[in-house]
């Protein structure tokens, strides 16, 4: 017994590397390199990598925060044109020419620029089909795996890291001030004198106690 044993043991490892490996191999069917999901966590990286470079090249057309503010600022431009139109016709009779206002376009930047943003935005494009392909074919060949908490965690990250790009929010640019016409009008019907002029107030001095009443 003790002797067959050692037989048994002894030719396991030879057996193994003779027969063992190659069939394993072949049944079990691995694959060199990463698996689908890990390919589409990759190519959502690289997606994302190359928007943000787009965004800091040319802020003015792909940079959420920026677009938004210009967007803004040309909605209330257009408002304060429309309130201030019928305080000119009353005043003067005859409608104002706005002409010189008009809404913020932005300008091109260089052509070296334009080139490098054609080529980040092909390349954005060839990682986002190549991450919708692999996760395609995470969902054929494992339908019922269950994905790890580090790849689950990876996942929100590329999440959230497209939803600040597509929200504008933690920006790296300079976002453009916002413009407030608020009390524009309120100054031209005073000084047309429609409106009674501020009263003025004593400015009291620096360190002075207030009046008593009576």
């Known amino acids: 017994m003790t002797k067959w044993r050692t037989y048994r043991w002894n030719a396991r490892p030879a057996f193994r590397k003779a027969d063992g490996c190659p069939?394993?191999?072949?049944?079990?069917?691995?694959?060199?390199?990463?698996?689908?999901?890990?390919?589409?966590?990759?190519a959502l990286s690289r997606a994302l990598r190359a928007h943000q470079q787009i965004a800091r090249q040319a802020p003015a057309f792909f940079d959420a925060a920026v677009v938004d503010r210009?967007?803004?600022?040309n909605a209330e431009l257009r408002r304060w044109l429309a309130t201030w139109e019928p305080a000119f016709i009353a005043a003067y009779g005859s409608k104002p020419d706005f002409s010189a206002f008009h809404d913020q376009v932005?300008?091109?930047?260089?052509?070296?620029?334009?080139r490098k943003v054609e080529r980040k935005l092909a390349e954005r494009e060839m990682c986002l089909e190549a991450a919708h392909l692999a996760f395609e074919r995470h969902r054929q060949r494992r339908p019922h795996a269950l994905?790890?908490?580090?790849?689950?965690?990876?996942?929100?990250?590329?999440?959230?890291?497209?939803?600040?790009?597509?929200t504008g929010m933690e920006s790296p640019n300079c976002v453009p001030d916002k413009w407030v016409f608020d009390y524009e009008l309120t100054d031209l019907k005073r000084s047309l004198g429609l409106l009674p002029e501020r009263s003025a107030r004593p400015a009291s001095a620096p360190g002075s106690a207030p009046a008593k009443p009576g």
């Open 106 to 114: 932005p300008s091109l930047p260089a052509p070296r620029i334009q």
């Open 23 to 42: 069939l394993r191999r072949c049944l079990r069917g691995r694959r060199q390199g990463p698996d689908d999901l890990s390919q589409a966590l990759s």
């Open 70 to 73: 210009v967007a803004e600022n």
């Open 147 to 166: 994905m790890s908490w580090c790849r689950m965690a990876r996942l929100l990250e590329l999440g959230f890291g497209f939803a600040n790009l597509a």
